[in-house]
């Protein structure tokens, strides 16, 4: 399975030439729009920065190789009173699976962590103010206890939402050693080795 973070949520999942977009934004200050193609789009809610489908190429239809799995959550921790509905999606291929959190608002149930079952790789925001900041993501990720975490929903300027966090509060959090920056937006699954690996927006 390849990933490939394209900005703010956004990631595209390859696997045996088929792709699959995840949370396509428009309108996320600083980033250009969005050029993309996939043969599936999800979007974990219907917000702006995340539902943009229309910036999407659609490929034509051909069967699917990853196993999808969805788990309801909230986008706030008032029980989606606040900003609504959030839709967590495992993906597995390959004998890999990678859960994308979308705009996790709070921690998760027992219930939830069950349903999510074990998972190789968690995309978490880290950026607070409209999701998890940095502490709470560390704790979801201490509760999914993947392999792999790959940090999103942060500005790194002159990218981002202007009124979220960084990703270094969230990097702080763990040992040096246990993160690995990348020099491009790419990763090829299964990584070498455990830990926080960040890829690049380029």
Known sequence: ??????????????????TILLDPYTGVEG?????????????????????AVDRVEQ???????????????????????????????????????????????????????????????VMVPVGGTYTVDAAGAKRVCEALAPRWVVPMHYRHAPYGLPNVGGVEDFLSLWRPEQVRRLEGPSLELPLPEPGVWVPQFV
């Open 59 to 121: 490929l034509p239809a051909r069967e699917c190789p990853f196993a999808v799995r969805e788990v309801p959550a909230f986008h706030d921790d008032q029980g989606g009173a606040a900003r609504g509905e959030n839709t967590i999606r495992v993906f597995s291929a390959g004998g890999v699976s990678a859960a994308h959190l979308g705009d996790l608002g709070h921690q998760l149930s027992a219930e939830q962590v069950e349903a999510i079952g074990p998972v190789d790789l």
């Open 1 to 18: 399975m390849k990933l490939t973070w394209l900005g703010h949520a956004c990631f595209l999942l390859e696997r045996d030439g088929y």
């Open 31 to 51: 980033y250009p729009p969005l050029r993309a193609a996939a043969h599936q789009v999800f979007c974990s809610h219907q917000h702006f920065d995340h539902n």
